[in-house]
């Protein structure tokens, strides 16, 4: 049974560009969620998906956006990228109490 | 706003000796919470979970303890391994399945 896989791996941009990141969630399992890890930093939730909605956001900006497909697989878009935006990119998907997370998106922002 | 908090950034135990990690929350709110293990360049690995409805939750080596009251959880390892070693967060949510609230995690190191 495949877990939550994400891609790609890692991923060097310039500043001002845009970026997507993928995920496809675990067998099963219909809810999406994005999360942001900087260095040192626990991650820090930037949206969930839920029947191809997003349900509920965090605090991050309008730059932020996601897509769910109807076969649960998700995107996450970032445009006019900051060098603030150097990061992990997790996504995690769940269907009840639990959230089980991918390995991880490296994003470096140049 | 930090809603959880992890006041330890690390803590070092020796193998079979019992770790405790603690975790401090300020959300009243917040009625589900996990632990979580990672490992450097994986995602965070699902340890143990707790619902406020309950104050104590147990899987093998691991017990999460929960204080309401005080606003307070622990991850207790016994006996603790050199494979545990790992940092740990500790997350909670208003609505179990909905958005973490993550703390910035406890390195742990078990040495032999």
Not at chain 2, 3 to 11: A, E, F, I, R, T
Not at chain 2, 84 to 100: I, K, M, R, T, W
Request: net charge neutral; proline share 5%; hydrophobic share 30%.
């Amino acid at each position: 049974d495949a877990g939550v896989t994400q891609s790609p791996t890692h991923l060097i941009k310039t500043r001002g560009q845009q970026v997507t990141l993928r995920c496809s969630p675990k067998s099963g399992h219909d809810t999406v969620s994005w999360y942001q890890q900087a260095l040192g930093q626990g991650p820090q939730f930037i949206f969930q998906y839920y029947e191809e909605e997003e349900r509920q956001r965090g605090n991050f900006p309008d730059r932020f956006s996601g897509h769910q497909f109807p076969n649960y697989s998700s995107e996450l878009n970032v445009n006019a990228l900051l060098l603030g935006d150097s990061a992990l990119y997790l996504c995690a998907s769940n269907t009840a109490d639990t959230q089980y997370f991918g390995p991880g998106t490296r994003l470096t922002v140049l | 706003d930090q809603q959880v908090k992890q006041n330890s950034p690390s803590l070092s135990v020796q193998e079979g000796r019992i770790s405790i990690l603690n975790c401090d929350y300020t959300n009243s709110m917040f009625d589900y919470f996990l632990w979580y293990k990672k490992y450097p360049a994986e995602g965070p690995t699902f340890l143990i979970s707790i619902s406020s409805i309950k104050d104590k939750n147990e899987d093998g080596r691991f017990t999460v303890f929960l204080n309401k009251s005080a606003k307070h959880l622990s991850l207790h390892i016994v006996p603790s391994q050199p494979g545990d070693s790992a940092v740990y967060f500790c997350a909670a949510s208003a609505n179990s399945g909905y958005a973490l609230n993550f703390g910035k995690g406890t390195s742990l190191l078990v040495t032999p």
